[in-house]
């Protein structure tokens, strides 16, 4: 057995694969070796709630990770929006209020996930 570490949710699991391009159980992250990270900046997890606005639709979620040009989200279900779309983000509780530009979306086993970068 293989014990790998998310990059993405930095959760452990553990897998018979010999090669590390699998999922991650947890949020769905599909693990690369090839492909670069595209934020440079240093990501803080950070788990806090956020509201994510689409024009007057008002979508919670929480944070996953933010940096100083972005930010991942997860929420149960699906998200209403998609790639290449710009929502509005408030995180109140690190007095974040951006707008933001949809770069990716994964849907998992009911959870879905976003990566965000800042207009």
Request: aromatic fraction near 8%; glycine fraction near 6%.
């Amino acid at each position: 057995m293989n014990k790998l570490n998310c990059p993405r949710c930095d959760n452990a699991f553990y897998t018979a694969a010999r090669e590390s391009q699998l999922p991650c159980p947890h949020c769905g992250f599909e693990m690369k070796p090839s492909d670069p990270d595209r934020r440079i900046q240093t990501r803080t997890t950070s788990q806090k709630v956020c509201d994510i606005l689409k024009g007057e639709v008002r979508v919670p979620a929480r944070t996953v990770d933010i940096s100083d040009t972005g930010m991942g989200i997860k929420m149960m279900g699906y998200l209403p929006f998609d790639q290449d779309e710009t929502v509005d983000i408030l995180v109140k509780e690190l007095e974040i209020e951006k707008k933001a530009k949809v770069v990716w979306t994964k849907k998992f086993y009911g959870i879905s996930r976003a990566g965000l970068i800042f207009c």
